[in-house]
C-alpha cells in the first residue's frame, strides 16, 4: 500500500517527520483493526505533499466549500495508475487529508477493487485534529469495501450486529456504515 499524506496535512502537522508519525499511528491502528479479519496492511511508501497536491481537488456543486470526493477518488485513482505504478509496484492507494468532503461523508473507496490498477484506492477526511484513530477506523472501512467486504448492517444475521447497547452511537464493525464511531 502506499500512504499519501496530502498538503493540508503536512500544513497541519508542521514537518515531515511528523507527517510520517502520524500516517504510521493511524497505519498501524487500521492494521490493528484489520488483523481481526486476517488482513494485514504492508506499506511500501509514505508519499508526503509538502509543497502543494500533486492532483487536483475540486468543490462539489452542491457543498461549495466542500471536496468533490467522488472526482478526488478518481483523480487519485489515475496519479496512480499513470505515475505510481511503473516506478513503485503497489496494490493499493489511501490518501488523508484534512479537508472537509461534502455531505456527511469522511470516506470513499471502490468496492472490489483491490486487484484492479484502475480503482484500487480510497480517501479518508481526517478532520478532526487530535484523533488520527477515527480516520484510521475510516481507512480501515475503506480498505474493507476495496477488499470487497460490504456493510455489516445491511445483514439480518445476528451476528453482524454491530450497535453497542449502552450507546448506539458507537459501533464495534469495522464495516458498519458508521464505522467511524468505534470505541
Request: with cysteine; charged share 20%; aromatic share 8%.
Amino acid at each position: 500500500m502506499v500512504v499519501v499524506m496530502d498538503n493540508s496535512q503536512f500544513r497541519r502537522a508542521g514537518s515531515i517527520d511528523a507527517t510520517i508519525v502520524r500516517a504510521m499511528t493511524m497505519v498501524n491502528h487500521a492494521s490493528t483493526l484489520l488483523r481481526q479479519l486476517d488482513i494485514y496492511i504492508v506499506v511500501v511508501s509514505i508519499e508526503i505533499w509538502n509543497d502543494y497536491n500533486k492532483i487536483p481537488y475540486f468543490n462539489h456543486t452542491e457543498y461549495p466549500e466542500s471536496i468533490n470526493h467522488p472526482k478526488l477518488l478518481a483523480t487519485l485513482n489515475k496519479y496512480r495508475q499513470h505515475k505510481l505504478n511503473w516506478n513503485l509496484p503497489n496494490d493499493n492507494i489511501q490518501l488523508f487529508s484534512t479537508l472537509d468532503f461534502a455531505g456527511s461523508t469522511i470516506g470513499l473507496a471502490s468496492i472490489e477493487a483491490i486487484c484492479s490498477q484502475a480503482y484500487s484506492g480510497g480517501i479518508t477526511s481526517d478532520y478532526i485534529e487530535d484523533n488520527p484513530i477515527r480516520a484510521a477506523t475510516v481507512m480501515a472501512h475503506e480498505l474493507g469495501h476495496n477488499l470487497g467486504l460490504g456493510h455489516s448492517d445491511n445483514f439480518e444475521d445476528e451476528a453482524c450486529q454491530c450497535e453497542d447497547p449502552i450507546d448506539p452511537e458507537f459501533t464495534d464493525c469495522i464495516m458498519h456504515s458508521s464505522s467511524s464511531g468505534m470505541h
